[in-house]
């Protein structure tokens, strides 16, 4: 007969593992991380609805942004534990190194890097870097273009991941960028959209993405890869969540990538969204996910993050930041 471990044999083997502070391992041996909610956090706004381990995370280290609830409430996969530790902020030069190579590489052609100022052939100029050390807010609510690089993003082959609190790496976007890459304004970002057919063989009906970078001709890709995927993973992909919506992020001025046509969203029957699964006043926002790392990988050959890989996460929500997975170009 098989003894229930103790809860200081779960301790025990917690740190075994490695695990970061606030980990526990949960009698299936499945891996529960706790999380603290942010401090401003992102309201949900209205939807378009026309179309596990932490080990690396602290190697590493050293706004989630829906629109609705989810047609189906998500099973709760994770239970309250102690808050995890916090990531540091990044910010004022902590991630340059060659940040501006991967920027320029990521679009080729749209602007140059001429001192300390971003200059695209409009001469619109946007500063690099500001020198300023951030907090996380401020990261999300005053970041120049070298704090998009804060935090690192790590790719499906790392596998399953629990983030660290506030490590969110591709919710820190420098709007006056998004907008010269894409279109400053609503009208202008119609005039590049394309309507892609989103696995079709499933009925997943269309996905309106910008052509801007070849995104939609990306986004084309994705749906042929993922059609082909097994049959277990069909249920993640169709109906869809969404693509271009021009709209601000609610309770802030900023736009959604949703606005520039960059941003997809699968099925929000199997999403979790942190700010959905309600964590108590002052507590814990244990992560949760349902999407299948085989799907995400997919995204990611093809230059989408995941919001599966944010502190608060966002796991229908894809966006192209190419310059955050450097390998998806070769």
Same mark, same amino acid.
């Given at each position: 007969? =098989?003894?229930?471990?103790?809860?200081?044999?779960?301790?025990?083997?917690?740190?075994?593992?490695?695990?970061?502070? *606030?980990?526990?391992?949960?009698?299936?041996?499945?891996?529960?991380?706790?999380?603290?909610? @942010?401090?401003?956090?992102?309201?949900?706004?209205?939807?378009?609805? #026309? #179309?596990?381990?932490?080990?690396?995370?602290?190697?590493?280290?050293?706004?989630?942004?829906?629109?609705?609830?989810?047609?189906?409430?998500?099973?709760?996969?994770?239970?309250?534990?102690?808050?995890?530790?916090?990531?540091?902020?990044?910010?004022?030069?902590?991630?340059?190194? #060659?940040?501006?190579? =991967?920027?320029?590489?990521?679009?080729? *052609? &749209?602007?140059?890097?001429?001192?300390?100022?971003?200059?695209?052939?409009?001469?619109?100029?946007?500063?690099?870097?500001?020198?300023? !050390?951030?907090?996380?807010?401020?990261?999300?609510?005053?970041?120049?273009?070298?704090?998009?690089?804060?935090?690192?993003?790590? $790719?499906? &082959?790392?596998?399953?991941?629990?983030?660290?609190?506030?490590?969110?790496?591709? =919710?820190?976007?420098? @709007?006056?960028?998004?907008?010269?890459?894409?279109?400053?304004? @609503?009208? +202008?970002? !119609?005039?590049?959209?394309?309507?892609?057919?989103?696995?079709?063989?499933?009925?997943?009906?269309?996905?309106?993405?910008?052509?801007?970078?070849?995104?939609?001709?990306?986004? &084309?890709?994705?749906?042929?890869?993922?059609?082909?995927?097994?049959?277990?993973?069909?249920?993640?992909?169709?109906?869809?969540?969404?693509?271009?919506?021009?709209?601000?992020?609610?309770?802030?001025? !900023?736009?959604?990538?949703?606005?520039?046509?960059? +941003?997809?969203?699968?099925?929000?029957?199997?999403?979790?969204?942190?700010?959905?699964?309600? &964590? $108590?006043?002052?507590?814990?926002?244990?992560? !949760? #996910?349902?999407?299948?790392?085989?799907?995400?990988?997919?995204? @990611? =050959?093809?230059?989408?993050?995941?919001?599966?890989?944010?502190?608060?996460?966002?796991?229908?929500?894809?966006?192209?930041?190419?310059?955050?997975? $450097?390998?998806?170009?070769?």
């Amino acid at each position: 007969m =098989r003894r229930r471990p103790t809860l200081a044999r779960i301790a025990l083997a917690a740190a075994l593992a490695g695990l970061p502070a *606030g980990a526990a391992m949960a009698t299936d041996g499945a891996i529960v991380v706790a999380q603290a909610p @942010e401090a401003n956090p992102i309201r949900p706004t209205q939807r378009n609805t #026309n #179309n596990g381990g932490g080990n690396f995370w602290q190697r590493l280290t050293g706004g989630g942004e829906r629109n609705a609830a989810p047609t189906t409430p998500a099973p709760a996969t994770a239970a309250p534990a102690p808050a995890a530790q916090s990531a540091p902020a990044p910010g004022g030069g902590a991630a340059s190194g #060659n940040a501006a190579k =991967r920027l320029l590489a990521a679009y080729p *052609g &749209a602007f140059t890097i001429s001192g300390n100022a971003v200059v695209f052939p409009s001469g619109e100029r946007i500063v690099f870097d500001d020198g300023r !050390r951030k907090s996380p807010a401020e990261l999300l609510t005053d970041p120049d273009v070298e704090d998009m690089f804060a935090y690192p993003y790590p $790719p499906a &082959a790392r596998g399953q991941l629990t983030p660290p609190r506030d490590h969110d790496p591709g =919710r820190v976007r420098n @709007e006056a960028f998004f907008r010269a890459l894409y279109g400053s304004s @609503e009208g +202008a970002v !119609r005039g590049t959209l394309k309507s892609v057919p989103w696995v079709p063989r499933l009925g997943g009906g269309t996905m309106n993405v910008t052509t801007r970078f070849g995104v939609a001709d990306k986004v &084309a890709a994705i749906s042929d890869d993922l059609q082909r995927l097994p049959q277990r993973f069909h249920k993640y992909l169709a109906p869809t969540g969404g693509s271009f919506l021009w709209r601000p992020i609610a309770g802030t001025n !900023r736009l959604s990538v949703h606005s520039f046509g960059a +941003a997809i969203d699968i099925n929000t029957k199997f999403t979790n969204y942190w700010r959905w699964d309600k &964590a $108590p006043a002052g507590g814990v926002i244990p992560y !949760r #996910n349902q999407i299948p790392i085989e799907i995400v990988e997919v995204f @990611e =050959r093809h230059c989408f993050i995941w919001g599966g890989r944010w502190y608060h996460y966002d796991t229908m929500h894809f966006e192209y930041r190419p310059e955050l997975l $450097p390998g998806c170009r070769q």
